[in-house]
């Protein structure tokens, strides 16, 4: 952490694919909302759709092309199950693939889940100059995956990088 910068609030969308979850009942949702918020950064919009590829890509498709949203979390529907769509949701609007945080994400949620983290589809991305980061439903790995890889790659006073100094040139052609 480098003291000599300051850090950067960044306006951070939260999207919640759930067939069975509400406001009252969205645990990981509102965790995200918290840590995001403990963290410094603001919550720019938050909503609940059904697992719906279609639903999951307009929702997401309106905030990538609203300048005032920097980075999107989405939580569920990362699994295996016929319902679960979130990347086949998103992949096909990333101009980008950070393979490096569902392959790290994975690492790190071995360790508190063994073999099962092979059923995590968790990725990562840019589009439209937006970052977004897909993670499982559950709060464990939403937690997990905020505060072992997120929280620091969107701290501009991380070093030797961050995904923040990066921003203004997310756009370049």
């Not at 073999?115 to 991305?125: E, F």
């Amino acid at each position: 952490m480098n003291q000599d910068r300051k850090f950067i609030a960044l306006n951070i969308a939260v999207l919640t694919a759930s067939d069975s979850r509400d406001e009252a009942s969205d645990k990981s949702g509102a965790l995200l909302v918290k840590l995001l918020e403990e963290s410094g950064h603001k919550l720019a919009q938050k909503a609940i759709v059904p697992d719906d590829k279609y639903r999951i890509r307009e929702v997401i498709s309106r905030w990538i092309v609203d300048e005032s949203i920097a980075v999107i979390l989405t939580t569920g529907g990362t699994g295996v199950t016929g319902r679960d769509g979130t990347p086949e949701a998103v992949t096909p609007l990333l101009d980008k693939i950070i393979d490096g945080f569902g392959e790290a994400f994975r690492n790190l949620s071995y360790q508190t889940i063994g073999t099962s983290t092979l059923q995590s589809r968790a990725l990562a991305g840019v589009a439209n100059g937006t970052y977004l980061f897909c993670l499982p439903g559950s709060s464990g790995a939403c937690k997990d995956a905020w505060n072992g890889l997120i929280v620091s790659q969107l701290d501009y006073r991380t070093r030797p990088c961050n995904l923040v100094e990066l921003m203004p040139r997310l756009r370049e052609q």
